[in-house]
């Protein structure tokens, strides 16, 4: 059972995360803050309490990958980075910029701590296939020969929208054809797209039932309450010889009140709006 | 030159002129197949990060008795998106994919290509065939797939223009760290190098010398322009042939040198003049040394099916290069049409 500290502790992250966003939006004046907001609790327990990382080698063989299949929302991941010191909180007035570290969307090459360079959707997972491939390669006790079948984990962070793209379906397929028990699919389920509402129309349910049709360990949860996103965190990694898909139920723009009255995909922020958000943002 | 079977090369175009197919002078489609998958196999036992992957184009259990393991065999089924997804996430981790399909389905994946393997310049092989299944009809023609690999930002961009080029640059790609696309052949072929042929990345060779225009192959056009060059010899015509199987990086001073000494340039490809090879000639033609040029591939149509694809002497390729003007005879007239405008 997690304690209550570890649980505070990290709503206090995440309450510093969505302040850390809107800063880095206020840095280009523009961005996604509404999928940003939406993902915070489950970047935060990934990157501050569930995976294995180090930030002082970045390049670590043994660490847990995380890959944001949903680039857009990289402000998050920028956030998460920079708090654990790959690299300067310093750069988030920088964001956008031409020569800035902190690309539109997450780039690999540019960002210390990335491990993917995404921007169009549904590409993350077959990349994420790849790495967790990679990762039972690398163990000396290959899956085909018996034994631990995997050196890391692999944790694709999905949009729901993301899983309309036909890619994802067929890393679904190669991921469950080869059990890949060392990946696991977050979506973020905040039931809109850029302009489109899709979860309550039909366009995505039964999501579960897809997921579970494909051969993957399914389950659904609340994406902004620690507890059982750890609790499911800890409880898939016992499970094996199949990849996982976490459904987080989320809500687009969390935490900021108007953000999530209009679920804002994309938006403006200037100095007024700004102010405006750091005054009503709360704790969740 | 030693290494170019040249006297071969005009021998048996004498005796071709007997003779109703050429058949006899191109490598065995099998065979070409069988010299491509032996090297891979050598390579692989070489290279330990060597990986295959496939979508639904190879037989793991060929793979298993040529004495590769069977994790290194990965086919994810008729999924082209992911199998160069995947690649992506294992060249990441230090692996070197090697994607082997026809060229034509590259387009399926473009944009992962573009996106997941382009950005950060991950170490994945396209070896792909051109020239797969001249039966196949117009989705089964590779004619636009040098233009859209081409501009995409670092990958590199080969084609050789018979077995054992195909060979030394599969080695080359393998030893390179980035991303390389090979256009090899699914069809037969002659055979014009011996053993000792110096491909390195980059570099074009010339293969015969000229002095009153330049043919500059691409790939397996190379024999036509031997052939077209040996034709227009005989009335009086010197060209120049310039083999020059790397697109990207392109071997400038090889085209300004050319531009130079003979005056007169003509491109030759098995693909769109629309973005292809010539275009990439013409640019730095037209940049350091301009000359009059002319460019021979697929005119802005798509092709068709042709018959007798399995047939030794690729009769179907020579029933296409007919109806789409890419043959010797189309060559050397684009040659002389090209000297008259010096």
Redesign the interface.
């Known amino acids: 059972m997690i304690s209550e500290k570890i649980i505070e502790d990290l709503r206090e992250k995440a309450f510093r995360c969505r302040k850390d966003v809107m800063t880095i939006l206020r840095g280009s004046g523009m961005g996604h803050g509404g999928p940003s907001m939406s993902i915070v609790e489950l970047c935060v327990a990934l990157y501050f309490h569930h995976a294995k990382l180090d930030p002082e080698n970045p390049d670590w063989d043994d660490r847990d990958r995380i890959v944001l299949g949903k680039a857009h929302a990289c402000e998050t991941i920028y956030s998460c980075l920079a708090r654990l010191g790959y690299f300067s909180t310093d750069t988030f007035t920088t964001y956008e910029h031409f020569g800035s570290m902190l690309q539109g969307h997450a780039d690999a090459w540019s960002t210390p701590g990335l491990e993917y360079s995404g921007g169009s959707l549904g590409q993350g997972l077959g990349f994420s296939v790849g790495l967790a491939l990679a990762s039972r390669l690398k163990s000396p006790y290959n899956p085909l020969r018996r034994g631990p079948d995997h050196k890391y984990r692999v944790f694709c962070i999905c949009g729901d929208t993301e899983t309309m793209e036909g890619d994802i379906w067929e890393a679904a397929y190669a991921a469950s054809h080869y059990k890949l028990s060392n990946l696991v699919n977050i979506i973020d389920y905040n039931q809109f797209g850029a302009y489109t509402s899709i979860g309550h129309e039909g366009w995505l349910e039964p999501l579960i039932e897809k997921w579970r049709a494909f051969g993957w360990w399914t389950t659904e949860i609340d994406g902004h309450n620690f507890r059982e996103i750890i609790a499911t965190l800890e409880k898939i990694d016992n499970i094996s010889g199949k990849p996982k898909c976490i459904i987080a139920r989320t809500v687009k723009g969390k935490g900021i009140p108007f953000y999530e009255m209009t679920h804002a995909h994309m938006f403006p922020v200037n100095e007024v709006a700004y102010q405006q958000a750091m005054k009503t943002v709360y704790k969740v | 030159m030693k290494y170019v079977l040249e006297n071969a090369l005009q021998e048996k175009l004498d005796e071709d002129k007997k003779a109703s197919s050429m058949s006899f002078w191109f490598a065995d489609r099998k065979a070409v197949r069988n010299i491509f998958g032996a090297h891979l196999m050598k390579i692989a036992k070489e290279n330990e990060k060597v990986?295959f992957v496939s979508a639904d184009m190879l037989s793991v259990d060929d793979y298993i008795k040529a004495g590769i393991p069977?994790?290194?065999v990965?086919n994810?089924?008729l999924?082209e998106?992911?199998t160069?997804?995947?690649?992506?996430?294992?060249?990441?981790?230090?692996?070197i994919p090697i994607y082997n399909n026809m060229s034509w389905l590259l387009g399926r994946s473009y944009?992962?290509i573009?996106?997941?393997i382009g950005?950060?310049n991950h170490n994945v092989k396209f070896i792909m065939y051109s020239r797969s299944w001249a039966g196949g009809g117009a989705s089964h023609h590779e004619i636009n797939d040098i233009a859209f690999m081409k501009c995409i930002p670092q990958i590199l961009c080969i084609a050789p223009a018979d077995a054992v080029e195909m060979c030394k640059c599969i080695t080359a790609a393998v030893n390179y760290i980035g991303a390389v696309f090979i256009r090899i052949f699914g069809q037969n072929v002659p055979n014009l190098f011996e053993e000792d042929y110096p491909f390195k990345i980059g570099k074009a060779i010339t293969i015969r010398e000229g002095k009153d225009a330049t043919i500059i192959s691409f790939g397996t056009e190379l024999w036509r322009g031997l052939e077209a060059a040996h034709n227009l010899s005989k009335e009086g015509i010197d060209v120049r042939v310039i083999n020059m199987s790397t697109l990207k990086p392109l071997d400038e001073p090889a085209i300004v040198q050319a531009a130079k000494e003979t005056g007169a340039i003509v491109t030759a490809e098995d693909h769109t003049i629309l973005g292809g090879f010539g275009e990439s000639v013409a640019r730095v033609v037209c940049r350091n040394y301009p000359v009059p040029m002319n460019m021979i591939g697929v005119r802005d149509t798509y092709s068709q099916s042709t018959t007798d694809f399995l047939e030794q002497g690729g009769g179907g390729w020579k029933a296409l290069e007919e109806a789409y003007k890419l043959t010797a005879k189309d060559l050397a007239e684009a040659v002389k049409e090209t000297i008259k405008r010096k």
Do not use: H, I, M, P
């Open positions: 990986v069977e994790y290194r990965l994810f089924g999924c998106a992911n160069v997804l995947a690649a992506s996430g294992l060249a990441k981790e230090g692996f944009n992962n573009f996106q997941s950005t950060d």
